[in-house]
């Protein structure tokens, strides 16, 4: 199956409507319109599947960036998601953003008023275990809050927000239920409980190292664990788990392999693969028609944003910044990443271009890692946007593997990066981008800013706290960082 998918989102914005039919025409291509393609995918009940066969398909590390441990400020994409086929999760989230508790892991979770506080009793299902024999107890989600809430030293943790709002998390009613107790009203808790964390992999050193190109199945637990895997080149191989205590996967394997874009789309031809994903015409057309093929377009919660570097000699005037990014033709892109793919949808982001004055003739590198095609084409219309403005973008090319020392050290004055949404609780996602913490890469960011982002998180209620993030979060100030100010078309990868 070939899927097809492009879109990009509002930060703040969760996906909504319902799922598209499936389609059937072998080698066919649905052409939904962006409202309907949010879900579009073959949904069948668990009793309906057949049992057996082996599902494989690929993705791509950056460089050796292979940083599994989803709550690591330096984990990848791909590996926060090889993580999940061999470790717990508790919660997901349906298209439309409703909860979705899994009872294999919880058997019940729902917060609640105590004494004036919100707390969250979280009752872990008695049979669940970890590979190793542990039993999983009110202990892992002890250790999820405390790595994350800033209170160990050492730990590469990313964003604290609402971690840090957590007053306890204590032993219930038995070893098998653990009552989070929060100082402050807290919405989004099942964002942050929908995994946890094995007491294993808490302390500094594991936490730091121990999912950085490595696995750690005895660690882990659900209906797959790890058959096999190599460093070097990337290859999983998940089988079935008998430790796993639920329903029984219905694959017998499942296997990943490390490939690029245009490597995948030739695997995929060649019967390699049985899936893969392309945002771009000659990708689409090269997998159309091939036999057995069934070719879906939905959306993704996935943010394309210009990071404008806020500690670059260059850009920590915030006019500067704001003269950069107002001089994008985001038209002119989503032209550019859409063209061929019979897709369209409205601009995302802020509609606001702030005002500005040129002074002298401002000059700036607009950093690209690797050679990808669409990237390189998107960069030459910014030249062309910039120039307007009397702006000089200057384009550098940098090895993918260099992607995260250039992040890191603030290397860069312009790039287009990605955030992926893990859950619909968007608002939520203010600190990261906004505040001070280490996941704002521009480096831009201030108290101010952080006591605002802190009084909407403690809003209790979700309609009037996403009212409220795009108030303050759309007006023009000294303080406000331009990092997220414009959002970028681009197809799904």
């Known amino acids: 199956m070939a899927f097809n998918a492009a879109a990009a989102v509002l930060l703040g914005a969760c996906s909504s409507g319902d799922a598209a039919s499936s389609g059937s025409a072998s080698g066919s291509t649905a052409s939904p319109t962006a409202a309907s393609a949010v879900a579009d995918y073959n949904e069948h009940a668990y009793e309906d599947l057949r049992d057996g066969g082996t599902f494989t398909s690929s993705g791509s590390f950056s460089g050796d960036d292979t940083q599994g441990l989803p709550w690591n400020v330096n984990a990848s994409l791909t590996g926060a998601r090889l993580w999940a086929w061999y470790n717990p999760v508790a919660i997901t989230f349906s298209p439309s953003g409703a909860v979705q508790i899994n009872h294999d892991c919880y058997t019940d979770a729902a917060a609640e008023e105590v004494d004036g506080k919100q707390v969250v009793p979280i009752t872990i299902n008695p049979e669940a275990i970890y590979n190793d024999g542990t039993p999983i107890d009110w202990h892992s989600i002890e250790q999820t809050w405390k790595v994350n809430n800033g209170s160990a030293s050492g730990d590469q943790i990313g964003d604290t927000a609402g971690w840090d709002q957590i007053e306890s998390v204590e032993q219930g009613e038995d070893d098998r239920q653990a009552v989070v107790t929060f100082s402050e009203p807290y919405t989004a808790w099942p964002a942050l ?92 057309n090269e997998i159309t028609g091939v036999a057995g093929t069934e070719i879906r377009q939905g959306g993704s919660p996935f943010v394309y944003s210009p990071f404008v570097n806020g500690k670059s000699d260059l850009l920590q005037d915030v006019d500067t910044r704001h003269a950069v990014l107002a001089a994008m033709d985001r038209a002119q892109i989503a032209q550019i990443e859409f063209q061929g793919l019979d897709y369209s949808e409205p601009l995302p982001g802020s509609a606001i271009y702030y005002s500005f004055q040129d002074g002298t003739r401002l000059s700036i590198d607009d950093t690209l890692f690797g050679d990808d095609a669409l990237d390189k084409a998107v960069a030459q219309s910014l030249v062309a946007s910039f120039k307007k403005a009397g702006i000089e973008l200057t384009i550098v090319s940098t090895d993918a593997s260099q992607w995260s020392s250039t992040i890191n050290e603030g290397k860069f004055d312009l790039l287009l990066s990605a955030n992926r949404s893990l859950d619909p609780y968007g608002s939520f996602g203010l600190a990261g981008f906004y505040g001070t913490g280490e996941n704002n890469i521009t480096g831009v960011g201030s108290q101010e800013l952080d006591d605002k982002i802190a009084a909407v998180n403690r809003i209790a209620d979700p309609d009037e706290q996403v009212v409220q993030a795009k108030r303050w979060s759309g007006r023009r100030s000294p303080s406000t960082p331009c990092s997220r100010s414009s959002a970028v078309p681009r197809p799904m990868e």
Request: glycine share 6%; net charge positive.
């Open 193 to 284: 409980f929908s995994r946890f964390i094995n007491p294993k992999a808490a302390n500094v050193d594991a936490f730091n190292t121990a999912y950085s190109n490595q696995v750690q199945p005895d660690w882990g637990a659900g209906p797959f664990t790890i058959e096999s895997y190599d460093s070097n080149s990337k290859r999983l191989v998940f089988t079935r788990n008998d430790k796993w205590w639920g329903k029984t996967a219905r694959l017998d394997k499942r296997i990943y392999v490390d490939l690029d874009s245009q490597a995948q789309v030739n695997a995929f031809k060649n019967g390699q693969i049985d899936y893969t994903a392309t945002g771009t015409a000659e990708g689409l």
